[in-house]
């Protein structure tokens, strides 16, 4: 084990156990010091469950794993050092307390990522984020094709679609948060896709302007900062992805924009009109109402005004369909989807 995932788990451990404490179960010496048990031992290991994860014990946690531990805190101990907790935790408490940025290997490239990010970073330091949604982008790109990248974070989508698209093709990132962007120049310079990827750091929008970015303020996902086109925050450069001239077709765009995206698809017509893409798009009706002001049917009728039709992303196989006539079912989700945009076929 390493000296940070000794320090990690250590630190698990510690929270974990106080919110035990919390919860009435003796975690300490409890048994060693001969004092009996106040619940039956399978009643433990459910109440240490529900203190870490917030319900007993489950098909993805199993108590027979934990029947044959030696105590309650042999139980805990197990537990906290699981992937799943890691995987929980990560949503409430920042993997590290500050920044801190590191290079590691994920799918055959080198990344740099943070490992305040409980999110992004979180997910390629464990070898997956949206796996089988890059499989599918991968799946609609060729040699000399191009992509665009909005929202492109530490660059999961931008190094993975480089590749693909060989030393011909071209892809265009955006990314506004400049910490992120620089990072993710690094990463594209270490994998040697510089050549083939036109990095910005700026937001896309409706048109050229000068706007804002918006720190998060999440405690483990910086992943999720936002822009405006006021003057609130950090100024930074909007522009449109109508304003670039595209040297190879645009066969994919991927966008997850933290609910700015009906903005970007205002200054993206004449591009989706000509190269007429598949796109990838965040869907969160309650980051659509925050940021742009619009509902959930609002956007999908945008796209279907731009000739698309819509289906949530499935791993396998196409998903349910989505109109702007029932789009409303999932305002309240809880938790961001991603659909599918394909064109519809032009009429003759």
């Known amino acids: 084990m390493s000296d940070l995932d000794a320090g990690r788990l250590s630190a698990d451990a510690t929270a974990a156990k106080a919110t035990m404490n919390r919860a009435g179960v003796a975690l300490a010496d409890d048994a060693a010091a001969g004092a009996p048990r106040a619940l039956p031992f399978i009643d433990q290991i459910n109440l240490v469950h529900t203190a870490l994860f917030g319900w007993p014990c489950d098909h993805l946690?199993?108590?027979?794993?934990?029947?044959?531990?030696?105590?309650i805190h042999e139980v805990g101990v197990r537990m906290i050092d699981s992937t799943r907790f890691r995987w929980d935790i990560r949503s409430r408490v920042a993997p590290w307390p500050v920044d801190k940025w590191v290079m590691t290997e994920f799918k055959g490239f080198k990344l740099w990522v943070n490992l305040h990010d409980g999110f992004v970073s979180f997910g390629v330091l464990h070898g997956d984020w949206e796996e089988a949604e890059v499989e599918f982008m991968l799946s609609c790109l060729g040699p000399g094709d191009g992509m665009i990248d909005a929202g492109a974070n530490v660059g999961v989508y931008t190094v993975q679609a480089a590749a693909a698209v060989g030393s011909t093709g071209r892809i265009y990132a955006f990314e506004p948060n400049p910490t992120v962007c620089q990072r993710l120049r690094l990463s594209l310079e270490a994998n040697r896709l510089d050549d083939r990827c036109a990095l910005y750091n700026e937001g896309l929008g409706a048109a050229e302007s000068t706007g804002s970015f918006h720190l998060s303020q999440h405690a483990a996902n910086p992943g999720s900062s936002t822009i405006s086109t006021g003057d609130s925050g950090?100024?930074?450069?909007?522009?449109?992805?109508?304003?670039?001239?595209?040297?190879?077709?645009?066969?994919?765009?991927?966008?997850?924009?933290?609910?700015?995206?009906?903005?970007?698809?205002?200054?993206?017509?004449?591009?989706?009109?000509?190269?007429?893409?598949?796109?990838?798009?965040?869907?969160?009706?309650?980051?659509?109402?925050?940021?742009?002001?619009?509902?959930?049917s609002a956007y999908i009728g945008m796209l279907e005004a731009l000739g698309y039709s819509m289906t949530v992303f499935a791993a396998r196989g196409d998903g349910e369909a989505v109109t702007s006539s029932d789009a409303s079912r999932f305002d309240a989700i809880a938790e961001p989807i991603n659909l599918v945009c394909r064109p519809m076929a032009r009429e003759a």
């Open 234 to 296: 950090a100024p930074i450069l909007i522009r449109p992805i109508d304003s670039i001239q595209y040297e190879r077709p645009i066969r994919f765009i991927k966008m997850d924009v933290e609910g700015f995206e009906p903005f970007v698809l205002q200054g993206a017509r004449k591009t989706l009109e000509r190269h007429r893409p598949v796109i990838l798009t965040e869907f969160f009706p309650r980051s659509l109402s925050a940021i742009a002001g619009a509902s959930g």
């Open 61 to 71: 946690t199993p108590l027979d794993e934990y029947l044959g531990c030696w105590d």
